[in-house]
């Protein structure tokens, strides 16, 4: 009984950091790269880097290789994703995704 719930809750938590991880990947990925040379951060090819080396880590922490979950390295790679939520994306999300503007309002004539 002990052996499954510890098996839950290590799963649980290693799918929670994964998704974590993806999604700090893909909000940097929407980002446009003015913005980390703007804040004085590293440049956005190197966050994508190091974001998306620390997703493959954590892919790797899911079951059922549910062992690497707990290893030394899944837990450095919660750093980055950590950093980039605290630290990175308060201080570039002022700048946008990058996309065109939409219309705001109703468009178009009565």
């Known amino acids: ?17 994964f998704v974590v991880q993806l999604v700090a990947f893909v909000d940097g990925a929407r980002r446009p ?5 703007s804040e004085g951060k590293l440049t956005k090819n ?4 190091i974001l998306g080396i620390a997703a493959v880590i954590g892919f790797l922490g899911l079951p059922p290789n549910l062992w690497t979950a707990t290893s030394f390295f899944n ?3 919660t750093a980055p994703a950590i950093i980039y939520w605290v630290d990175v994306r308060p201080r570039i999300l002022p700048y946008g995704t990058g996309g065109g503007r939409r219309p705001q309002g109703p468009t178009g004539g009565w």
Do not use: D, E
């Open 1 to 17: 009984m002990l052996g499954s719930l510890q098996f839950l809750v290590l799963a649980t938590l290693a799918v929670v950091v």
């Open 33 to 37: 790269a003015k913005a980390y040379v």
């Open 46 to 49: 190197i966050w994508l880097l």
């Open 75 to 77: 837990v450095i790679a």
